[in-house]
């Protein structure tokens, strides 16, 4: 019922009149990755594997020079076009039990671990990462209370936000909702 009544009366349109420029703020296009960007990317990168990966890491690291045109070209045709070839939508999952002291037996004490390809999608998803924070810096887009997927930012700040923020609440002698 409340949810029929807020779909009701939400406009998908709405531009908020104090920032009628949001709707000009879209990211269309990722800018193309370069072959030194890649290279710092790759070595930077843990050498890890999955068995997905058609090489592994460690090698791919120690020569990749040869293949950095290709592997720079990969990024950035999906990149360019949006698409993850039918290929390469394919991930390893492994259960892994959340903590040592959880019922073994029960599906729910798990946490399902997705193993990608490196060279595919690790490598695409910090690229495009990088694109949308540059993005979303350049346009001054953040959201300012916003923890999630920032640098220096986590739980902890989130908390850390709210804490000082009620005892503001409380030092200036007002009202604080909470917990009863």
Known sequence: MIQENLTLKVDPNYVPEDNPDAVDDKLSVLVSATEDEVRRLITKSPSTSCSLDPVQT???KEYFTCLLPTITNIVNLSMSTGIVPTTMKSALVTPLLKTPSLDKDFMNSFHPISNLSFIYFKLTERFVLR????HISSGN??????????PNH?????LTRIQIDILTVLDNKRRCAGPT
């Open 131 to 134: 694109r949308l924070i540059d």
């Open 154 to 158: 986590s739980t902890e700040t989130a």
């Open 58 to 60: 460690w090698p791919l």
């Open 141 to 150: 887009l953040h959201e300012q209370f916003q923890s999630a997927y920032k």
